[in-house]
């Protein structure tokens, strides 16, 4: 599996010491091409490169059709076989103002808003969800996304993301070293299989930042709900945009930050 790699290492316990074999996440570069135009290179875990590629084009604003998939293409892979570059094929008059706003840095695993310039922050229009979310249900749908979470299980190094419809019905769950790329390859997935219309709950296994919270505006996601903290302008960004905003989600326990 290429998104896991086994590594010898030292183990100290107890002034013991013995050597082990440990399952490590992979974090690997992958170039995102527009019609053949660089646009971004992104540190992240090999696998769902197309759905991370697609989620990447929606939640910065670079391709807002949910109806139309872009012609997607292998450009190169690694000697490991890992797909390494890839590129989009999207109409000119399609293109919206994030494909201005490439990033001059890479964007690392740990934060999806690095290496970019002249980003307006600001996310326009208030979300409605069709219902509102029945607290029951929240602990429910952690205890499905960690039974999809199956990288974590083997190297305990990545985050997952999952969507679900407000009745609960699963949609579908991605894992990656990066949190915000867990979130658009699980957005991305949807998306390919047209069904982003019917995701209103998005859960995070890590903290919520502001880049998480655009990208669920982005996609329309009116609830967002991590096991971990918010940011303060998570916060700010979430009553601001209308989506409701659930953390320290563990058990029966949660905090609602935002919204009702």
């Known amino acids: 599996m290429t998104a896991i790699k086994s590594y010898q290492a030292l183990q100290v316990n107890n002034h ?35 759905a991370l590629t697609r989620g990447i ?17 292998i450009v190169e892979r690694n000697e490991e076989g890992v797909i390494t570059k890839v590129n989009v094929q999207i109409p000119q008059d399609e293109l919206l103002a994030g494909i201005h706003e490439k990033r ?21 229009g208030v979300l409605k969800p069709t219902a509102k979310l029945n607290l029951l249900l929240v602990p429910k749908l952690f205890d499905t996304m960690a039974k999809h979470q199956q990288l974590f299980t083997k190297s305990g190094g990545c985050h997952a993301a999952a969507l679900f419809t407000i009745e609960g019905q699963f949609l579908d769950c991605k894992e990656d070293i ?26 995070v296994s890590g903290r919520v930042s502001y880049e998480i919270v ?34 320290f989600c563990r058990g029966d326990k949660f905090t609602v930050y935002a919204g009702e």
Do not use: W
Request: with cysteine; net charge negative.
């Open 16 to 50: 013991q010491r013995k050597q082990v074999t440990d399952l490590i996440t992979v974090e690997e570069m992958l170039g995102i091409s527009v019609n053949g135009e660089p646009y971004t290179i992104t540190m992240r875990t090999p696998g769902d490169e197309e």
């Open 57 to 73: 084009l929606l939640t910065e604003n670079v391709y807002a059709n949910h109806v139309h998939n872009p012609v997607f293409d």
């Open 104 to 124: 001059n840095l890479l964007s690392v695993s740990s934060c999806g808003m690095c290496g970019k310039y002249d980003v307006d922050v600001s996310l326009h």
């Open 178 to 203: 990066g949190r915000h790329n867990a979130v658009d390859k699980t957005i991305g997935q949807v998306l390919l299989h047209h069904q982003l219309s019917l995701a209103e709950i998005l859960l």
């Open 214 to 247: 655009s990208k669920a505006h982005k996609a329309g996601i009116p609830y967002l709900c991590s096991v971990s903290a918010p940011s303060s302008m998570a916060i700010d960004y979430c009553r601001q945009s209308g989506i409701t905003l659930l953390a």
